[in-house]
């Protein structure tokens, strides 16, 4: 079993930036280098939302619409560690953001196509 870890969320003004970071632990945390990972949201009331996914290689890179321009996920394999560089925020962007592992080398927006959750890190932008 692999546990994903969250961090570097916060509360930021609009207009403003911030970086999370997703890090594998657990006996099998090495395994996320051969596998697609991605980011989603949930905001308030609202469905889970796919936000980024990155391949194993740290290739296939997609992203929603609505952060395309403004969100960069990226990956280090030494680490087992999946970024997503936050810029341009929105007050539209508040959430509570999940890393999510892919069941293969390169993932969706699908959400059935992940095998583990981090438990998120919360995002509020402030108008």
């Not at 196509?113 to 981090?118: D, E, I, K, N, V």
Request: charged fraction near 20%.
């Amino acid at each position: 079993q692999v546990q994903l870890v969250e961090s570097g969320g916060g509360l930021v003004q609009t207009g403003g930036s911030l970086r999370l970071a997703c890090v594998a632990s657990g006996r099998y945390r090495s395994t996320i280098s051969n596998n697609g990972m991605a980011w989603f949201r949930r905001a308030p009331g609202k469905e889970r939302e796919y936000v980024a996914a990155i391949g194993w290689n740290g290739g296939n890179i997609r992203y929603a619409d609505s952060v395309r321009g403004r969100f960069t996920v990226s990956r280090d394999r030494a680490q087992n560690t999946v970024y997503l560089q936050m810029n341009s925020l929105q007050s539209e962007d508040t959430a509570l953001y999940y890393c999510a592992k892919g069941r293969g080398a390169v993932s969706g927006s699908d959400p059935t196509g992940y095998t583990a959750w981090g438990q998120g890190t919360q995002v509020t932008v402030s108008e």
